[in-house]
């Protein structure tokens, strides 16, 4: 059974920084892109960033490009966001979300962690 | 900047068939932009439903179907049961990695 399990999110003041972690099990992890995909309050999914399964590509919305680095550790079976230049409007519920093939999709969604930016 | 549009809300009788869609600034929905739908209920983590425009996953009730209309992505409930009320969002790719969301539909059984 996949599972995908988020951690690191919590309150964090503007300007600073945060690493987020999603831990994978239940498939063949470096197999697979993953994805971190956002939820502000009350607001709908927004796409953030995507690794390929070796980690050698990445990519980065415009809204998070230049304080967002996405990394992966297929030893650990472990997804990275490491988030950086923090502002209110990155203030969001960040769920994981597994690959389909490239690019056809997404599948299994982690339950996300919460990422408050407030002073 | 892409805009990918979905209807705002929806209403539709339990049994009853509705059709949400998704339209992209851009122009013509095709297979090309892989078309992707998701099932979210409040406080939980958003559920895949169709993926490649009309491809299903395991998990996904044979009531629901994903189509190509009228230069849109659509994602078709027939025999709509009171669990489906939800938010459905719909994923379009633009290439390079670029994916981009709808704004959501909610859709009410009523």
């Known amino acids: 059974e996949v599972h995908l399990l988020e951690s690191g999110g919590g309150l964090v003041q503007p300007g600073g920084s945060l690493r987020l972690s999603c831990a994978a099990s239940g498939f063949t992890f470096n197999s697979y892109a993953m994805n971190w995909v956002r939820q502000a309050p009350g607001k709908g999914l927004e796409w953030v960033s995507a690794i390929s399964g070796s980690g050698v590509s990445t990519y980065l919305a415009d809204s998070v490009k230049g304080r967002f680095t996405i990394s992966r550790d297929n030893s650990k079976n472990t997804l990275y966001m490491q988030m950086n230049s923090l502002r209110a409007e990155d203030t969001a519920v960040y769920f994981c979300a597994k690959g389909l093939a490239w690019p056809t999709g997404f599948d299994y969604w982690g339950r996300g962690t919460l990422v408050t930016v407030s002073s | 900047q892409t805009v990918v549009t979905q209807e705002p809300s929806l209403t539709v009788s339990p049994g009853g068939t509705v059709t949400l869609t998704c339209a992209s600034s851009?122009?013509?929905?095709?297979?090309?932009?892989?078309p992707n739908w998701f099932q979210q209920k409040p406080g939980q983590a958003p559920r895949a439903l169709i993926y490649?425009?009309?491809s299903k996953h395991s998990w996904t009730p044979a009531r629901f179907s994903g189509s190509l209309l009228g230069g849109k992505a659509a994602l078709t409930l027939s025999g709509v049961q009171p669990e489906d009320e939800a938010e459905y969002y719909c994923l379009l790719y633009y290439g390079g990695a670029n994916w981009v969301f709808g704004g959501g539909t909610k859709l009410t059984v009523l």
């Open positions: 851009t122009g013509a929905v095709t297979s090309a932009y892989y």
């Open positions: 490649s425009t009309s």
